[in-house]
């Protein structure tokens, strides 16, 4: 082998290990919206049983759940048993769709600051609770610029009247700047 296609083969592993660890790999999990903001945070919508083994193989942690058990089929209801049964840390914190609260926030801020550098996966359903927490933990915890972390929450989903009040309250309770809807 010559030492130019010893390079093109180095080149393609290089390449290879570099969208390994990029978003591409992210598609390969197959959960509904699933974003990852920073090596140790990323937030989706409904976990699988199948999805436990992948988020464990690449480092997941922890996994914090932010809506009611009462959603899905039987195999999901127990999706906090096969999380443990893996040696996952799996917190629930029933978050209200109608009526999140400063309280939920403060639960979810302990939770996380309990573990700084937990590899942590935020959901709910359909990551619109998850990614509302998300930006939120970004913006005051790990000072994130409110842009790039609003970016990514209106990337999944525009947030409603609620969840911006929502939003705009935990903000101000902070003294942070409030963001504008849409």
């Known amino acids: 082998m010559s030492l130019t296609e010893a390079f093109v083969k180095l080149q393609a592993l290089l390449l290879v290990a570099a969208l390994s660890n990029s978003s591409w790999a992210d598609e390969a999990l197959d959960i509904v919206n699933y ?23 690449q480092g997941v942690q922890r996994i914090v759940y932010l809506a009611y058990r009462a959603h899905g089929d039987a195999d999901n209801l127990s999706i906090d048993q096969h999380a443990t ?54 913006v005051l915890v790990l000072k994130t610029p409110v842009n790039e972390a609003l970016l990514d929450l209106t990337g999944v989903w525009q947030p409603n009247e ?14 942070q700047p409030l963001v504008q809807p849409g």
Request: aromatic fraction near 14%; charge should be positive; include cysteine.
């Open 162 to 175: 609620t969840w911006w009040n929502f939003i705009n309250t935990v903000l101000q309770e902070h003294n």
């Open 85 to 138: 049964d893996l040696g996952l840390q799996y917190v629930h914190i029933p978050v209200p769709w109608q009526s999140p609260s400063i309280s939920d926030y403060r639960t979810f801020a302990a939770v996380m600051s309990s573990q700084t550098s937990a590899n942590t996966l935020v959901h709910c359903q359909l990551n619109y609770r998850a990614s509302a927490f998300s930006f939120l933990y970004r």
């Open 35 to 57: 974003r990852q903001y920073t090596a140790n945070l990323a937030s989706s919508g409904q976990l699988q049983k199948s999805h436990l083994q992948k988020l464990q193989s």
